[in-house]
């Protein structure tokens, strides 16, 4: 089955209902969806900072439940190392969290769907789907 990597802010779509879901939900149709690890401590962290209540997470713990997560290995911390410099050699600083979620999905060979694919430019063969509707090609500014 073919997989692909959602990020944060398209994950955070789904699970709130958000009427941009919908720019996202025939590249995830038929796949293997996969959420970075970095994503999944991002959605944790909301409820915790939101002071969510015990239906509130258990709706989300449901939520996650669609996803398949990528965790740690050393090769994730070698290719985030990799993509970090190669992003800041070509002109563009990747914020740490971004910086996992593109190093997952480059270890893994698989797309990014993302909200933001300006906080991926810089980070050589890192394939995004945007909202736009664009698919393929690389991170913008490659």
Known sequence: MEAILVDTDVASFLFRRDTRAELYRRHLSGKLVVLSFMSLGEMYRWA???NWGKPRRQQLEQHLRNFVTRGFSRELCRTWARVMA???RNGHELEN?????AATAVLHNIPLVTHNARHYRGVDGLKVICGNGRAGGEAPGT
Not at 97 to 101: C, I, L, N, R, T
Request: hydrophobic share 35%; net charge negative.
């Open 48 to 50: 915790e900072e939101r």
């Open 86 to 88: 190669q992003a800041k």
């Open 97 to 101: 969290a971004d910086g996992w979620v």
